[in-house]
């Protein structure tokens, strides 16, 4: 596999680690564990009996609390500090053969992970506000499917999973800034532009 499919890979990760931490390091950890994939020297930490017990029953809490409204904020916030780290270390990790992680992708890993985990966190605040618990659901089931799938893919084929990840992502911001208008509007009403009066010449 070429290094720009590992980097798109990387990114990938990345990304996935900042909507669902653990269910991205349990997916990679079963692929290794089960042979379905040759992972680098680095993720094989993933297929230890620990880190898979763990991330899968982290991933299975984490599945509940995120359909709860209002718990799947303080979730969002509490994990802020480990879903960046865990983006840049697999992404880092993904092109690493000799397990020496590279100061540049760890920064680009954290940083898509940051993106990410803003977009999930920001529009389930926002969600969070409608009267509908139909809409938490719906968002919190379209997260997971997104995550299982963009594993799925990842690793069969980066660039179609990359481009998939990308449109998700303007969708996300879009979504977020469209709600976050209806709300600035429905509180404060809308924005009035002060009529500008005629002085005679």
Do not use: C
Request: charged share 10%; proline share 5%; net charge neutral.
């Amino acid at each position: 596999m070429s290094e720009a499919h590992l980097f798109a890979i990387g990114i990938l990760l990345a990304w996935l680690a900042g909507i669902r931490v653990y269910l991205t390091v349990f997916g990679v950890g079963v692929a290794g564990a089960m042979g379905w994939l040759d992972l680098p020297a680095a993720l094989e930490v993933t297929t230890s009996p620990w880190v898979l017990g763990t991330s899968g029953l982290l991933a299975a809490a984490e599945f509940f609390a995120d359909k709860i409204p209002g718990v799947d904020s303080g979730w969002d916030l509490l994990h802020t500090v480990l879903r960046v780290p865990v983006g840049a270390f697999l992404a880092a990790a993904t092109l690493s053969p000799d397990g020496n992680l590279g100061a540049g992708m760890l920064a680009t890993g954290a940083g898509v992970a940051l993106t990410s985990h803003v977009l999930k966190a920001g529009s389930r605040a926002l969600l969070n506000t409608s009267p509908e618990p139909v809409s938490n659901w719906s968002a919190s089931v379209t997260e997971d499917a997104a995550v299982v799938g963009g594993l799925a893919l990842a690793f069969a084929h980066p660039w179609i999973a990359l481009a998939i990840v990308i449109a998700i992502s303007v969708a996300m911001a879009a979504a977020v800034w469209w709600v976050w208008r209806r709300l600035r509007r429905a509180l404060f009403g809308p924005r009035t532009v002060p009529a500008t009066t005629n002085v005679p010449q």
